[in-house]
């Protein structure tokens, strides 16, 4: 099972840029379709982002579309970027790396529970 950790949350003011980055045990690159999802208190949990196995493909939620960046850097590990900019304070949760499936994100993929493997969260807090 990959294993994945999350980092570099925090607390910004809205209109900031921050970026959060996964790090996987192995690299996922050319087996699993990569993600973000995110979830805000007293709401169930949210597909943000995703980059296709082949990396080729990107797929972004209409809320942070124009906003947010998805990328990764693939070597003997994988990590995962996501890029956010122009924060507004709806953009307030845990935000959740995940992996699974393989060949691009379509219909019910965009749903948490088809992934297969999880980070721990971190979270992101934009103050107004």
């Known amino acids: 099972q990959v294993q994945l950790v999350e980092s570099g949350g925090g607390l910004v003011q809205a209109g900031d840029s921050l970026t959060v980055s996964c790090t996987a045990s192995?690299?996922?690159?050319?087996?699993?379709?990569m993600g973000w999802f995110r979830q805000a208190p007293g709401k169930e949990r949210e597909f943000v982002a995703a980059?296709?196995?082949?990396?080729?493909?990107?797929?972004y939620s209409d809320s942070v579309k124009g906003r947010f960046t998805i990328s990764s850097v693939n070597t003997k590990n994988s990590v995962i970027y996501l890029q956010m900019n122009l924060l507004k304070p709806e953009d307030t949760a845990v935000y959740y790396c995940?992996?699974?499936?393989?060949?691009?994100?379509?219909?019910?993929?965009?749903?948490?529970?088809?992934?297969?493997?999880w980070g721990q969260g971190t979270q992101v807090t934009v103050s107004s």
């Open positions: 192995e690299r996922t690159f050319s087996t699993f379709n």
């Open positions: 980059v296709s196995s082949d990396g080729r493909r990107l797929y």
């Open positions: 995940a992996g699974g499936g393989s060949g691009g994100v379509s219909g019910s993929d965009y749903l948490p529970w088809k992934w297969d493997f």
